[in-house]
């Protein structure tokens, strides 16, 4: 039945039809893409973090009381 809505269609309502088809596929590829760029805090876009270099983490996995215990491996 597709096909039969789209044959009914004038030149100027399925260009406008397309328009708006692609609108919100343009739409809904920026959503996904700003989504997708949302990073966790364990990942490091800069050489030191950030912008400015600051090299600071929020993660806690290394704490004062559990440093002393840290090896290189």
């Not at 596929?25 to 400015?52: E, I, K, M, R």
Request: charged residues 20%.
């Amino acid at each position: 039945v597709p096909c039969l809505l789209w044959h009914d269609l004038s030149y100027s309502d399925e260009d406008e039809v397309m328009t708006h088809l692609y609108h919100a596929l343009a739409a809904s590829w920026f959503l996904c893409s700003v989504l997708h760029a949302q990073g966790t805090p364990d990942d490091w876009y800069y050489h030191g973090n950030d912008a400015a270099s600051t090299k600071y983490s929020p993660l806690t996995e290394i704490t004062a009381e559990n440093f002393a215990d840290l090896r290189i491996i």
